[in-house]
């Protein structure tokens, strides 16, 4: 099994980024799918999760700037971040999770830095 997270990159406040997150060895249309962050000296927190059926959540702090989707013909999520600010700085994770099982991706790191 293998979650392969790229997309991340520098870009300037109130930029965009798409990540892309590719997913390897999983039955996807039956997993749950998520985005974490990790910020420079903080706990990795949640930032997106859509559901197998497409149901969608978002940490408060994206909320409005960012859209995850889905495509299972693809096996693949993405993340759709707009207005872009410093404190969306940090590696962010793609997360898959099934029935009794779970897995993670290797994380690609975001800054937003003028």
């Known amino acids: 099994v293998r979650l392969q997270a790229f997309g991340g990159g520098l870009v300037q406040p109130g930029g965009y980024l798409r990540l892309s997150c590719a997913a390897f060895g999983i039955r996807f249309s039956l997993y749950g799918m998520g985005w974490y962050r990790q910020p420079p000296g903080k706990q990795r927190e949640l930032v997106a999760l859509i559901a197998s059926g497409g149901s969608t959540n978002y940490a408060d702090s994206v909320k409005g700037r960012y859209t995850i989707t889905r495509d299972n013909a693809k096996n693949a999520v993405y993340l759709q971040m707009n207005n872009l600010k410093p404190e969306d700085t940090a590696v962010y994770y793609c997360?898959?999770?099934?029935?009794?099982?779970?897995?993670w991706g290797q994380g690609t790191l975001v800054t937003v830095s003028s």
């Open positions: 997360h898959a999770v099934g029935i009794g099982r779970t897995y």
